[in-house]
């Protein structure tokens, strides 16, 4: 059973920074790829932002250059630096996997981000 626990979430003033968590439960360097995803009240799940096995990235336009995204398999771990936060980027962040072979994917709880004006 794959357990993706997220932690890092909070509250921030706009213009400041967090970085999110995720711990696998195993190893990572047995999914395809992970990412973070984010659903802000009354809005639908959005990407964020993705990275592969071999270490490629993707982000969503509204983030890029302002979040990196981030592996260490040794730790099991996906890292979401978030810097120069905006109030709309509040938002329950979820972290995900996924086996493309067996066509499996995996969600976090999600961890709150709050951005105040």
């Known amino acids: 059973q794959v357990q993706l626990v997220e932690s890092g979430g909070g509250l921030v003033q706009a213009g400041g920074s967090l970085r999110l968590s995720c711990a696998a439960s195993?190893?990572?360097?047995?999914?395809?790829?992970m990412g973070w995803y984010r659903q802000a009240p009354g809005k639908q799940r959005e990407l964020v932002a993705t990275?592969?096995?071999?270490?490629?990235?993707n982000y969503a336009d509204s983030v890029k250059g302002r979040f990196t995204i981030s592996r260490d398999n040794a730790k099991n771990t996906v890292y979401l630096q978030m810097n120069s936060l905006k109030p709309e980027d509040t938002a329950v962040y979820y972290c995900?996997?996924?086996?493309?072979?067996?066509?499996?994917?995996?969600w976090g709880q999600g961890t709150q981000v709050t951005v105040s004006s």
């Open positions: 995900h996997a996924e086996r493309w072979v067996s066509s499996s994917d995996y």
């Open positions: 195993g190893s990572i360097f047995s999914f395809n790829a």
């Open positions: 990275i592969t096995r071999d270490g490629s990235t």
